[in-house]
T-cell receptor
Framework: GESVGLHLPTLSVQEGDNSIINCAYS??????FIWYKQESGKGPQFIID?????DKRQGQRVTVLLNKTVKHLSLQIAATQPGDSAVYFC??????????FGTGTSLTVIP | DSGVTQTPKHLITATGQRVTLRCSPRSGDLSVYWYQQSLDQGLQFLIQYYNGEERAKGNILERFSAQQFPDLHSELNLSSLELGDSALYFC???????????FGPGTRLTVL
């Protein structure tokens, strides 16, 4: 029979283009946020983080933007490469040490 | 390679059985987190230990329990298994608590 799974938002981009992945978080008291990348068959891998006292942080080819007013987080990937194809999760930290993850976005890079 | 190890990689068992999943954190990390990732629920936080003590509980069923040993490795015990317990179980570690977590490769549990 047909399997039922989580319907992830999907994003397809051309190689070399910029990607923007969005995340709405739930707790206005969350003070720390992380973006993770998960490739098929592997565990989540840290990409970049941001604390709630910041609104932007840049890494190598990635930028995270935080808008606390609307509880929104975004991940921008510059010059997207085939190796960037994966599921991307945002995670928010509650009460100092509990992390809650979003459902994820599946990114496909078209060569 | 994150430095976090999990065993076994795959586990197939029957309903009603009990299994133990093992996790070794990165060298020097004191916190261990357990997560369940299923097809219909995404990544769910189960429980966290810090230096041997339970620090936080998430959506962990009463049939599940965990502990962290003096050498800082952790075990997740799943009992009275049901079909719906089939999932990937990830362990993650961090140096203290509340900071960046490093994930292991996961254990895929299949309950038949």
């Amino acid at each position: 029979g047909e399997s039922v799974g989580l319907h992830l938002p999907t994003l397809s981009v051309q190689e070399g283009d910029n990607s923007i992945i969005n995340c709405a978080y739930s707790n206005s008291a969350s003070d720390y946020f992380i973006w993770y990348k998960q490739e098929s068959g592997k565990g989540p891998q840290f990409i970049i983080d941001i604390r709630s006292n910041m609104d932007k942080r840049q890494g190598q080819r990635v930028t995270v933007l935080l808008n606390k007013t609307v509880k929104h987080l975004s991940l921008q990937i510059a010059a997207t490469q085939p190796g960037d194809s994966a599921v991307y999760f945002c995670a928010e930290r509650w009460a100092g040490n509990q992390f809650y993850f979003g459902t994820g976005t599946s990114l496909t890079v078209i060569p | 390679d994150s430095g976090v190890t999990q065993t076994p990689k795959h586990l197939i068992t029957a309903t009603g059985q009990r299994v133990t999943l093992r996790c070794s954190p990165r060298s020097g990390d004191l916190s261990v987190y357990w997560y369940q990732q299923s097809l219909d629920q995404g990544l769910q936080f189960l429980i966290q230990y810090y230096n041997g003590e339970e620090r936080a509980k998430g959506n962990i069923l009463e049939r599940f329990s965990a502990q962290q040993f003096p050498d800082l490795h952790s075990e997740l015990n799943l009992s009275s298994l049901e079909l719906g317990d089939s999932a990937l179980y990830f362990c993650a570690s961090s140096p203290q608590w509340g900071d960046e977590q490093f994930f292991g490769p996961g254990t895929r549990l299949t309950v038949l």
